[in-house]
């Protein structure tokens, strides 16, 4: 087997696993998860480890464009900013943020409720063009995306992950 680059967030070490039909890497200490390969199927059976580790390695800091990195950013302050704050649903044992427990479907009214959030900035941004409005903007974007990133999180941990066009997912 192909040596395994550390993971790519916490940078703890990974191994090959199966899960259902799937095969693919998987951090030991995180839990992060790899594009699953179909393990069933003439196209990907003998291939699913080699697949799965090189999507693994692949980094693809490089390839993403600037605006992503921007909004990744806000993401990451807004997720830092918020992580103690005090909310049964989404922190139920006051031990600091997660989102592994929530409902996907309370999670979705969030993303509703900060879409309106959005709106309103975005009001206020077109009547009071000032830097402290353009900024809640920029704030409230980055709500509606971590909301978006926390179901992506659960879903993508839940079932196996299709893979896109192209062999990235």
């Not at 807004?78 to 929530?102: A, F, I, Q, Y």
């Amino acid at each position: 087997m192909k040596e395994l680059k550390p993971c790519p967030f916490c940078g703890g070490k990974a191994e090959y696993v199966i899960q259902g039909f799937y095969g693919r890497i998987r951090c030991k200490n995180c839990g992060n998860i790899g594009i699953g390969f179909n393990i069933d199927t003439s196209d990907y059976s003998h291939n699913a480890e080699a697949l799965a580790i090189a999507a693994w390695n692949t980094r693809p800091s490089d390839k993403i464009c600037p605006e992503i990195m921007a909004l990744a950013k806000t993401m990451q302050y807004k997720l830092d900013k918020n992580g103690n704050k005090e909310c049964d649903v989404m922190n139920p044992d006051g031990t600091g943020r997660g989102w592994s427990h929530c409902d996907t479907d309370w999670l979705a009214e969030r993303i509703q409720d900060e879409l309106d959030e959005l709106n309103r900035a975005l009001d206020s941004a077109n009547w009071h063009p000032v830097i402290e409005d353009y900024n809640a903007v920029l704030n409230e974007c980055a709500d509606v995306a971590n909301f978006a990133m926390m179901i992506h999180d659960m879903t993508s941990k839940a079932m196996p992950i299709p893979e896109l066009p192209g062999g990235e997912g």
